[in-house]
């Protein structure tokens, strides 16, 4: 409604509620530009943290063996009991900074200027480290934050990930092969008596375990359920874990009695079903 003569009130409003965002957007602005250069201010004492824990370890006996890496473990453990965070985080963040400053130096100045956030950062590391080449990696590190100018780094990514394979000098086939190399099994201890087996290997075999035990866990939860018998309250995922554990550590699942298919609790182990092995 227009409640002055000649006047058009809700054009007013309109520009009041504008002029109100634009001022609160960029105080925002500012804020996160503060905010991540603060972040490269960080980045770059962990990445010195990072280059004396190296230093000190070049001075240790390679005869020393695991007792080389003490030196940059104390220093995590330093830094994190001061900022209250977990040393092996605080580790990995200074082996990530020490990245960062010595290979992707224009990333970390753009940084340190507020002009991109961490998180295209992330993304511009996590990409370009795959090359090699410091010629190749710098026209792409150039290019990448062209593009993280006027992108979140949520998109940027994926783009990013196109870019690396337009300019990389070898071939996939090529780097997949150099990859298997870091094929590996790790454990990580979490809360509660818990830990996670992590597996990195071939793209292909590893989706072909998954969906062996999505399977398996599938048909065991509906036999259960179609033999009228304790009804399991467990996730798919729940059960998948079950069907995994008790496939590595004994190699079968009685599918007569349901042993292998719970964890001693109930669950799995009421449940009658046919698991081709």
Known sequence: MNTKPGGDAHDDNVDGVDAVAAGLAAEYAAAVSAIATAEAHAMSVLARAQAVGLERVAEIPRSAGREAELPLRALAAELGACARQPDRSVQRRMNDAHTLVNRFAASFEALAAGVVSVGHVR????????????????????????????????????????????????????????????????????????????????????????????????????AGAAGGNIVDSRTLDQVRADVLTEMILTHRIDTETGEGLGDGHGGLASIRATVNV
């Open 123 to 222: 993304a511009i590391v996590e990409h370009g480290v795959k090359l090699t080449d410091p010629e190749v990696r710098a026209a792409f590190e150039t290019e990448a934050l062209e593009r993280a100018a006027s992108t979140t780094p949520g998109r940027l990514g994926p783009q990013l990930a196109r870019l690396v394979e337009q300019v990389q000098p070898t071939t996939f086939a090529e780097r997949h092969k150099v990859a298997r190399k870091s094929g590996g099994v790790w454990v990580r201890d979490v809360e509660d008596g818990m830990t996670e087996l992590l597996l990195r290997g071939p793209a292909v075999p590893v989706h072909g375990i998954h969906d062996m035990i999505t399977h398996k866990a599938a048909d065991a939860t509906g």
